[in-house]
């Protein structure tokens, strides 16, 4: 057993205080490595042929960096995810016009000055990321303006940090009483992209409003940001755009209903997966990159804490308790499986 041999507290990414230990080996202790260590959840699994319940090698058909496994130690006979098609990136409906792309920053390589990169100015003058990890998002905002394609820095560039692709390895599950859902094997730190929200981009009012859809996200990033309770945002705050006239917020706050959507329920990428939690460990973060209309926002999933491995991967699906109807015009209720402490015991 290792000594603690000196103890501190310092800031974390996020503002909360985090203790450190320093820990000293004995004489003849062996040393720990990772593989050695067994994470409270179970244990991460070296190879392919070590994952229990395999039911699918890559649900991605190859189209991620990184395959993404799926396992079933529920059903009898296990069964696969099915009924959709893979798709890594944002599909948009023949009906949808994205706007032109927007003239972005003259930087070079890599942004550095905030001062001078006209990005980092809609920003509030600041990058929202740090470097560390491959790029942390410093706190949650009503929207992050990230580097563009006209924009003269490369991929490489901080401030492209959602652009990157999946980072973690990570895995389908079945559950007992909420169907799929998805976990890494490697540890997330607060602050780090997870992945985005894809499917098809489409007009909200054509979504079929007569066969259930479980995979419908709404984008609303105002609402979005309402829903971050904890975090006590509020509307505008230094993050809200500056390129958003107060006309825009009005409208934007007047709308009930978002004018567009994405449905993962036919295409979809990992994200489709993702399960509700009223305690989450991920959070929406609306980002504009190539055009500057907040309605047609790319939509992220970021941690909101460090999260082990093999934790469930979960968002607020942010529902109103009786806001959603069924077909027939009645308030729709959904029991939330959570399990958090708090749990509000339904989704809507
Ligand atoms: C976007 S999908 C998430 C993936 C889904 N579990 C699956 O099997 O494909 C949303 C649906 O998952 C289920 N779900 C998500 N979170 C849940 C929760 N906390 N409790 C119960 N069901 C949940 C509900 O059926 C919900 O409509």
């Not at 540890?187 to 992209?193: E, L, Q, R, T, V």
């Not at 994200?271 to 504009?288: D, G, K, T, Y």
């Amino acid at each position: 057993m290792e000594q603690v041999v000196h103890y501190w507290a310092e800031k974390g990414i996020s503002g909360f205080t985090i203790f450190k230990f320093r820990l000293r080996r004995q004489d003849g202790q062996p040393l720990l490595t990772t593989n050695q260590v067994q994470f409270s959840y179970g244990r991460v699994p070296q190879s392919v042929s070590e994952i229990r319940g395999l039911v699918c090698e890559d649900i991605t058909g190859g189209q991620e960096d990184i395959p993404i496994p799926a396992t079933n130690l529920v059903d009898d006979p296990p069964v696969a995810p099915t009924g959709y098609k893979y798709c890594k990136s944002i599909q948009v409906a023949k009906n949808v016009k994205l706007p032109t792309n927007v003239p972005g920053c003259n930087c070079n390589g890599k942004c550095v000055d905030p001062r001078t990169c006209a990005c980092a100015r809609l920003n509030g003058s600041d990058f929202p990321y740090v470097s560390r990890d491959g790029g942390r998002l410093i706190e949650a905002k009503d929207v992050v303006f990230e580097c563009g394609p006209n924009c003269g820095c490369g991929p490489d560039c901080l401030n492209r940090t959602s652009q990157r692709g999946l980072k973690y390895r990570l895995e389908v599950f079945r559950t007992p009483k909420k169907g799929w859902a998805v976990r890494s094997w490697d540890f997330i730190p607060s602050g780090a992209p997870v992945c985005e929200y894809t499917g098809i981009l489409m007009h909200t009012e054509d979504t079929d409003s007569v066969s259930e859809n479980n995979y419908i996200f709404d984008i609303d990033c105002l609402q979005t940001m309402r829903g971050l309770g904890g975090r006590e945002r509020r509307f505008g705050d230094v993050s809200v755009p500056t390129i958003i006239s107060s006309d825009r917020h009005d409208d934007l706050r007047s709308e009930s209903v978002p004018e567009f959507c994405i449905d993962a329920g036919s295409t979809g990428n990992i994200a489709r997966f993702i399960n509700h939690s009223c305690e989450p460990n991920l959070f929406v973060q609306c980002v504009l990159s190539s055009h500057h209309d907040i309605k047609l926002a790319r939509v992220m999933l970021f941690a909101a804490d460090n999260i082990p491995p093999l934790q469930e991967l979960t968002y607020d699906y942010g529902y109103a308790l009786d806001s959603v109807y069924g077909p027939d015009g009645k308030i729709k209720q959904m029991a939330c499986y959570c399990g958090a402490p708090d749990c509000r015991k339904r989704l809507f």
